[in-house]
């Protein structure tokens, strides 16, 4: 069974400060996303990695996939109150029609 | 543009009452269509898949069940609710061979 860990669990940090949250596996996944779901909603797909090493930007989130593909890390800079919301990364195995496997999310709370 | 509709939003149910929950996708044409639950703390589990009309793949044993009697059309049933299938359910769709999903607004279910 694959699992992805996401650390921390969660999170809360001021406006404008830079965060790292983490999404860790043992095993080897054919590409990542990332989602982020806000209270009451379906999780949103914010980006999908596939190649090791690959990085990506969007606006303040930086997103890297490992050189491995068994890990990803999400960094956020100067955070703003509307990044708030729960953020799940989760893995596609080997190009098969099953579902993704879901870590169990980073909670983010961006005070103002 | 695709767009993902489920129903009903939230819906309180009885022990031992039957379920039926939809989704459909528009927009798209054969997707595969997944049911996950997600229950606080433990992530998103996924229930059921379909690469397609009648062709479904459960994930967890348990007394639920899904039918895909349409091409874009997903529905989950049970014939007796327990307690333990409170949760917020989520539909979603994906493009093959892409493995991004797209998912619905869920259905908030509590089981008294």
Same mark, same amino acid.
């Not at chain 2, 639920?64 to 039918?67: D, M, N, Q, R, V």
């Given at each position: 069974t694959?699992?992805?860990e996401?650390?921390p ?5 001021q406006?404008?400060?830079?965060l790292t949250v ?6 080897v ?11 009451g909603e379906?999780?949103?797909l914010l ?6 090493g690959?990085?990506k930007k969007l606006?303040?989130? =930086? ?5 491995a593909?068994?890990?990803s890390s999400?960094?956020?800079?100067? %955070?703003q109150?509307?990044? =708030?919301?729960l953020y799940l990364? %989760? ?8 579902g993704l ?9 961006i005070?103002? | *543009?695709?767009?993902i509709h489920? $129903?009903?939003?939230?819906?309180? +149910? ?5 379920l039926s929950?939809?989704c /459909?996708?528009?927009? /798209?044409? !054969?997707? !595969?269509?997944? $049911?996950?639950?997600? &229950?606080a703390g433990?992530g998103?589990? #996924?229930?059921?898949?379909?690469? @397609?009309i009648g +062709? ?7 007394n #639920?069940? &899904?039918?895909r009697?349409?091409?874009r +059309?997903?529905i989950l *049933?049970?014939?007796?609710l327990? #307690?333990s299938?409170? @949760? ?5 769709w994906s ?8 998912f @619905?607004p @869920? /259905?908030? #279910?509590t089981?008294?």
């Open positions: 694959q699992l992805l996401q650390s669990q969660f999170l809360s940090i406006e404008g400060e830079n983490y999404c860790n596996s043992s095993s996944f054919s590409s990542l996303q990332w989602y982020r779901q806000e209270p379906g999780p949103v980006v999908t990695v596939v190649t090791g690959e990085v606006k303040r989130l =930086t997103f890297q996939f490992g050189d593909r068994k890990d999400l960094h956020i800079t100067a %955070a109150p509307g990044d =708030t919301g990364c %989760a893995g596609a195995g080997g190009g098969g029609a099953d496997t879901f870590g169990k999310g980073t909670h983010l709370i005070q103002p | *543009s695709q767009t489920q $129903w009903p939003a939230t819906l309180v +149910q009885p022990v031992g009452s039957p929950l939809e /459909t996708v528009e927009g /798209t044409s !054969n997707p !595969n269509l997944y $049911w996950y639950r997600q &229950a433990r998103l589990q #996924l229930l059921f898949y379909s690469v @397609g +062709q479904i793949s459960s994930e967890v044993p348990q #639920l069940s &899904a039918s009697p349409q091409d +059309q997903f *049933s049970s014939k007796k327990l #307690l299938d409170s @949760g917020f359910y989520l539909c979603a493009r093959p061979p892409a493995h991004e999903q797209f @619905g @869920g /259905t908030r #279910l089981v008294l």
